[in-house]
């Protein structure tokens, strides 16, 4: 039997982790026509497969799940379908990586995943899609937020398309003219009455995409609210959508704002981690993220003490980073589960003129604490490369 890989599978590393997803989902597979062909003997089951697989079009004759939800699309990148486009967050990973991660791990519908740095929520929504429970870890407000709209706002669709209406054609239909920012508190005010969280939550996040659109790209606020407010609606009708059209059992999603160096779980709790450490010494993450911060009322430069990587002035730097890397890594030994997967995606980045070992650091002190080093999968990463140009998937067992 054939498996034929996704058009969009074109580097090394895609192929490398299409093949260990292919073994851990059952199927023992060689490789021809140059590598976009596998072919599959004796899987365990073809279903399972069709269902699950991340990077593949077709198995036989039939047509993967996964090459039909990134139809949901309404943006030009593959990796940005349903609501995984909500908020241009940078550093974000590839969600088709996540769900080859998610197969290599061998979770099931019951079981728990954990990233302890969610970021823009990737890997929960990924987890979410595939009916497997996960909890997301951030620090940041907005990484918290922008999680929360992503997986939550399917389940209130209604609310918010009602919600929608009266917001953003408010003023006789005339757009949003008196929300611009020398009236942003009756923007602020008309969310603030809507008394659902998840529906409020839709519209800060709309808010903050519009905000971004303004300070990065000088568009008019007013008018991109108005644009993003549709366009999410659109993304999360098409989840709806994808939901009842392919009969998808949705996982049981958690958002935590909490601290990677102290996670609010229970030692042995979770059965994989997929997470991705913040490049905090070369790209920094609050700056980055100083308009949204602003517009939900963060004091900036205090919670730049809280951010790993960004504290500490250039001669401290590194070495906190480096403790606080260790401290994430004892955390995460401890919440997960022996004999299970830890996927940790991380590089080398490059500080004032010199590389920083980081990925050598991770492989060593993991190690050292009980993790066995697995596969160490090299990818090539794009947008940094002025202080990175690749990644390693460093993927660990517990024992």
């Known amino acids: 039997m054939e498996a034929e890989v996704l058009k969009n599978t074109q580097f090394i590393y895609e192929v490398a982790l299409a093949r260990l997803e292919l073994g851990a989902l059952g199927a023992d597979a060689e490789i021809t026509n140059g590598f976009r062909i596998f072919n599959i003997k004796k899987p365990d089951s073809i279903k399972t497969l069709i269902d699950r697989l991340a990077y593949f079009k077709r198995v036989g004759s039939e047509s993967t799940l996964y090459s039909k939800l990134i139809t949901y699309n ?8 349903l609501t995984h486009w909500f908020y241009p967050y940078k550093g974000k990973f590839h969600p088709q990586m996540i769900r080859a991660l998610l197969n290599y791990s061998q979770v099931k519908p019951g ?28 620090i940041s407000p907005v990484c918290n937020l922008i999680s929360k709209v992503k997986t939550q706002s399917v389940e209130v669709l209604d609310e918010i398309m009602d919600e929608s209406s009266e917001i953003v054609n408010k003023s006789n239909g005339n ?3 008196n929300f611009g920012e020398k009236n942003g508190e009756r923007l602020d005010d008309a969310i603030a009455k809507i008394k659902n969280e998840k529906v409020r939550n839709f519209f800060q996040v709309a808010k903050l995409i519009s905000h971004s659109d303004e300070s990065r790209r ?21 989840y709806q959508r994808a939901i009842k059209k392919h009969g998808l059992k949705i996982g049981k999603t958690t958002i935590k704002q909490g601290d990677a160096r102290e996670l609010p779980l229970d030692g042995k709790s979770v059965d994989a981690i997929v997470t991705s450490p913040p490049y905090s010494i070369a790209l920094d ?46 955390e995460m030994y401890r919440v997960l589960k022996p004999k299970k997967v830890c996927s940790i ?49 460093l993927i660990f067992r517990k024992e």
């Open 175 to 177: 757009s949003i003219a």
């Open 285 to 330: 993450y609050v700056k980055n993220d100083a308009h949204a911060l602003k517009a939900l009322g963060e004091d900036v430069t205090k919670i730049r003490d809280g951010f790993i990587g960004v504290r500490g002035s250039n001669g401290t730097k590194l070495q906190l980073y480096d403790g606080d890397l260790k401290k994430t890594y004892d």
């Open 111 to 138: 079981d728990l995943v954990l990233d302890p740095y969610m970021g823009s929520g990737t890997a929960c929504l990924e987890a979410q899609v595939l009916g497997i429970d996960s909890i997301g870890v951030d």
């Open 345 to 393: 995606v991380i590089g080398n980045a490059t500080f004032q003129g010199q590389e920083v070992k980081t990925v050598e650091l991770t492989v060593d002190y993991c190690q050292s604490l009980g993790f066995q080093l697995e596969k160490n999968v090299e990818k090539i990463i794009f947008g940094l490369y002025n202080v990175m140009q690749k990644e390693n998937i």
């Open 218 to 238: 000088g568009r008019n606020f007013n008018t991109q609210f108005k644009n993003n407010v549709e366009k999410m609606l659109v993304s999360v009708k098409d």
């Open 74 to 81: 309404q943006t030009r990148s593959i990796n940005q379908y």
